[in-house]
């Protein structure tokens, strides 16, 4: 049987290399506690507003896009985020993604009490896709994006990469 270790891949199979996307900051508003439902224990947050900014695109986040969220009481948060992006030449991108906040008690604590918490205390990933009809920004139909972030008392702030 054939060696199946990583080092015996071509190179562009032994590592994951990435681009710099944007820094996406959000507001969201007091969420709306659904509870502790059949399946879950569910809340929405509804997004007031933010920004985003990085080399190739920048402008604001609109309102009224949602994360649902669904939490365990192992201290897991699962997130399902979209809303709707605004570049500062005007044309309009759709986002969304998925995404896992794992806290440890002490950052659940800090969070509920709207405490600030360091991002290297938890961990929050995401993994945002685009859609727009816009062709200049047409480039992000096709991009696999991956985020790390870090949640604010007032909202997360993501650094997105573009996988390439």
């Not at 998925?98 to 290297?120: D, F, H, M, T, W």
Request: proline share 7%; net charge negative; hydrophobic share 35%.
């Amino acid at each position: 049987m054939k060696d199946q270790s990583i080092e015996n891949l071509p190179l562009v199979l032994q590592e994951i290399k990435t681009r710099p996307l944007m820094v996406l900051r959000l507001s969201v508003g007091k969420p709306q506690v659904i509870g502790h439902t059949p399946t879950v224990n569910r809340l929405i947050g509804v997004l007031d507003n933010g920004t985003f900014e990085g080399e190739r695109l920048s402008g604001i986040v609109l309102p009224g896009g949602s994360d649902w969220q669904s939490t365990s009481d192992q201290g897991i948060t699962l997130l399902d985020c979209r809303f709707s992006l605004k570049t500062t030449d005007g044309e309009l991108i759709s986002i969304k993604y998925k995404g896992i906040r794992a806290n440890p008690p002490a950052v659940i604590s800090s969070l509920e009490k709207g405490e600030p918490i360091r991002p290297e205390d938890y961990y929050l990933r995401i993994s945002p896709v685009f859609e727009t009809a816009s062709e200049k920004y047409s480039w992000l139909n096709k991009v696999v994006a991956i985020g790390i972030g870090d949640r604010q008392p007032d909202g997360p702030v993501y650094s997105v990469f573009e996988v390439l």
